[in-house]
């Protein structure tokens, strides 16, 4: 069945080049996430519904801030941690489905990674340059539905 001609479809992609991040600005990244998610599974706080949340601050550019019902500020995005990582964990271990790799955690690790680079990339190719760009990082588990954390653990850094 044809649509009728009088129907359009418009494009809502974002009008900008993707920028890598440099490899300093994603060392820095891996560098602040093992900490976090170390600290996090050290306090036996990986649980099913743990995220990295994530928030990113490009000079000169203003985009909108979304809050939760309970008045909390929602994140620019989020990754559930338990798609790379098994629940309960202390050391982290990798999730089941990395259990067929020949180094599952080393796996988890580089795919958990790479999304959270491609993710904050889209925040950062906003802007042609990476200094003043600041990201900050939460790891832990959030309350519902006031929204309120009940175990967080961040870390705010600037990119290189």
């Keep these: 069945m044809q649509p009728p001609n009088n129907l359009t479809m418009r494009d809502h992609t974002p009008n900008f080049k993707m920028h890598e991040l440099s490899n300093g600005a994603r060392q820095l990244i891996r560098e602040t996430v093992t900490q976090l998610l170390d600290k996090l599974a050290g306090d036996s706080q990986l649980t099913p519904e743990a995220r990295l949340e994530f928030w990113v601050e490009v000079p000169g550019v203003r985009h909108p801030r979304g809050?939760?019902?309970?008045?909390?500020?929602?994140?620019?995005?989020?990754?559930?941690?338990?798609?790379?990582?098994?629940?309960?964990?202390?050391?982290?271990?990798?999730?089941?489905?990395?259990?067929?790799?020949?180094?599952?955690?080393?796996?988890?690790?580089?795919?958990?990674?790479?999304?959270?680079?491609?993710?904050?990339?889209?925040?950062?190719?906003?802007?042609?340059?990476?200094?003043?760009?600041?990201?900050?990082?939460?790891?832990?588990?959030?309350?519902?539905?006031?929204?309120?954390?009940?175990?967080?653990?961040?870390?705010?850094i600037e990119l290189p």
């Design 67 to 156: 809050t939760f019902r309970g008045g909390c500020l929602m994140p620019d995005s989020y990754l559930c941690l338990s798609d790379w990582f098994k629940s309960g964990s202390s050391p982290l271990q990798a999730s089941e489905h990395y259990s067929s790799h020949a180094t599952p955690l080393d796996e988890a690790w580089n795919d958990l990674l790479e999304e959270l680079y491609y993710q904050i990339e889209i925040f950062t190719s906003q802007s042609s340059r990476s200094q003043g760009v600041t990201v900050e990082l939460w790891a832990g588990t959030r309350g519902r539905p006031e929204c309120e954390w009940d175990y967080a653990v961040d870390r705010k």
